[in-house]
C-alpha cells in the first residue's frame, strides 16, 4: 500500500532529501556539474539533472559559469543561490555592538560597528540593537524584511526558565524581564539569543579547529574568561544557561570568593584573567607593561613573553599563566572528559604555540584525561561568525527543505 506524501520513503520525501544533499554538497565543494553532482550523490545523469532542475526553479541554485580547461564545450556549472536568503548575527559586549549580514552561502555582505552608549546615555537596548542591524543591512544594500533569521551573542545567557539574563552584570541594559518581547516586537523576522563563547564554539566546529570533532571543550579567555561544552556533537547550555561560565569555578591559588554573582567575578577569573596577567606582570618587575583595556594589554604582554625565550622574567610569567590556566581546566576535563580543548579568544591565541605547549605540559600533569589541546582557527571576529554560522544552519534547514 502506498504511503502518503510525506511520510518516509515516498518519492517525495527520498526527492528532498536528494535535494539536501546536493545543496549541502554545493555548500561544501562550490559551483559543481551535473555530472559531479551525480557522481558525489550516487544518482544518475537524468535523474541529477532533474534534480538541478528542480532547484534552479525553486530558486535555490543558479547556473554559474561552465567549466574550463578541458577539450570540447564546457559543461554548465551550478552553485547555491546566495540571494535565496539573508541571515544577522550581532556580538554584544559593553564597549560595542558589532552587526554583520550574510547571504545563504556563508558570505559576508554587510558589517556594522557601532560603539556601545554607555550606562548613563539612557538609549534602550532595542534601539541600539536595531541601530546596528540596520547599518549592516544598509552596507549589504538589503532591508530588514530580507532577512530571514537574526542571531544575537551575549556575555552570560538569557535563562529559558525566566527570559532574563543572567551572568552578565556588566552588560548595562539587558536584564530587563520584558526585553525579549520587547526585541521580538521591533524585529520582523525570528530571533534567537546565544551566549558568546558557545558562538565561538559553533565557528570552531563548523569552520575551524573542532571540525569532525563532537566532544570538545572550548576555552575562551579575552574580555572574561568562558568556556563552551560541546558534548555527543551538542552545546550543552545547563538548566539556567550558565554552563560554562568557569570564571567563577573556584580554584587552587586563588582567594575563594562568596556571592560571586553579585562579585560578577569568581577565583578562576582572578587566578588567570587578563587582570591577572597584569598584575603578575608587575610582581615579576617587568617594565613596559601595556596600557589600555585589560584583554588587549595582557594580551599584548602574553605575545611579547612567547617572543621573548631569552628573557628570564617573561619566561616565568608565561610558565606561571600556562599553570594557572591548567589549574582551571584540570577540573573540567577531569569531569568531562574530552577528545580535545580549543584555547580561543586573544588572551590564549596571543600567546601560540609556546603558550599553548606549556598548558598543555602542565595539563598533562594534573589530570588524568590527557585531551589534546588545540589554538582556535577562527581568529577574526569568532563571536559573530558564530553567530552567523547559527542562523545560517537553522535557516538552511527551513530554505533547503523541498518537501512541503
Not at 530571533?191 to 565557528?203: G, I, K, Q, R
Not at 617587568?286 to 589600555?292: A, H, S, T, V, W
Request: charged letters at 20%; one cysteine or more; aromatic letters at 4%.
Amino acid at each position: 500500500m502506498a504511503g502518503t506524501a510525506g511520510t518516509p520513503g515516498t518519492p517525495r520525501v527520498l526527492r528532498a532529501m536528494n535535494d539536501r544533499a546536493a545543496l549541502d554538497l554545493l555548500l561544501e565543494h562550490g559551483p559543481l556539474s551535473r555530472t559531479r553532482i551525480g557522481r558525489l550523490t550516487g544518482l544518475s545523469k537524468p535523474t541529477a539533472s532533474q534534480l538541478l532542475a528542480r532547484l534552479e526553479a525553486a530558486g535555490l541554485v543558479v547556473a554559474t559559469g561552465t567549466t574550463e580547461g578541458r577539450p570540447g564545450p564546457g559543461a554548465q556549472l551550478y552553485g547555491v543561490n546566495p540571494a535565496a536568503a539573508y541571515v544577522a548575527g550581532l556580538d554584544v559586549t559593553p564597549e560595542r555592538i558589532r552587526a554583520a549580514v550574510a547571504d545563504l552561502t556563508g558570505r559576508t555582505v554587510g558589517h556594522h560597528e557601532r560603539p556601545a552608549p554607555g550606562r548613563r546615555s539612557g538609549t534602550p537596548v532595542v534601539r541600539q540593537v536595531t541601530d546596528a542591524l540596520d547599518g549592516a543591512v544598509k552596507a549589504a544594500g538589503l532591508s530588514r524584511a530580507d532577512l530571514h533569521r537574526l542571531v544575537i551573542g551575549t556575555p552570560g545567557a538569557f535563562d529559558p526558565n525566566t527570559g532574563r539574563l543572567r551572568y552578565a552584570s556588566h552588560l548595562p541594559g539587558w536584564h530587563s524581564p520584558t526585553l525579549l518581547d520587547e526585541l521580538a516586537a521591533a524585529l520582523p523576522m525570528p530571533c534567537a539569543y546565544e551566549n558568546d563563547v558557545n558562538l565561538v564554539a559553533l565557528a570552531e566546529r563548523r569552520l575551524g579547529a573542532a571540525r569532525n570533532h563532537t566532544d570538545f571543550v572550548l576555552l575562551w579567555n579575552q574580555e572574561g574568561l568562558g568556556a563552551a561544552l560541546v558534548l555527543g556533537g551538542r552545546l550543552h547550555r545547563g538548566w539556567t544557561g550558565g554552563a560554562g561560565e568557569v570564571g567563577f569555578l573556584p580554584v587552587p591559588g586563588a582567594p575563594l570568593v562568596r556571592r560571586v554573582a553579585r562579585a560578577g567575578s569568581g577565583g578562576y577569573q582572578e587566578l588567570a584573567g587578563a587582570q591577572a596577567v597584569l598584575e603578575l606582570a608587575r610582581d615579576l618587575g617587568i617594565e613596559d607593561i601595556p596600557r589600555g583595556p585589560y584583554a588587549g594589554a595582557a594580551a599584548a604582554l602574553v605575545e611579547r613573553a612567547a617572543a621573548a625565550p631569552d628573557d628570564e622574567a617573561h619566561r616565568r610569567l608565561l610558565r606561571t599563566h600556562a599553570t594557572r590556566l591548567a589549574t582551571g581546566l584540570a577540573s573540567l576535563v577531569s569531569v568531562l572528559d574530552p577528545e580535545l580543548v580549543v584555547l580561543s579568544g586573544t588572551g590564549l591565541t596571543s600567546g601560540g604555540e609556546v603558550l599553548r605547549a606549556l598548558v598543555q605540559a602542565e595539563l598533562e600533569e594534573l589530570a588524568a584525561s590527557r585531551p589534546r589541546l588545540v589554538l582556535g582557527g577562527v581568529r577574526e571576529h569568532p563571536v559573530l561568525r558564530g553567530a552567523l554560522e547559527s542562523a545560517l544552519a537553522a535557516t538552511r534547514d527551513e530554505v533547503f527543505d523541498t518537501s512541503r
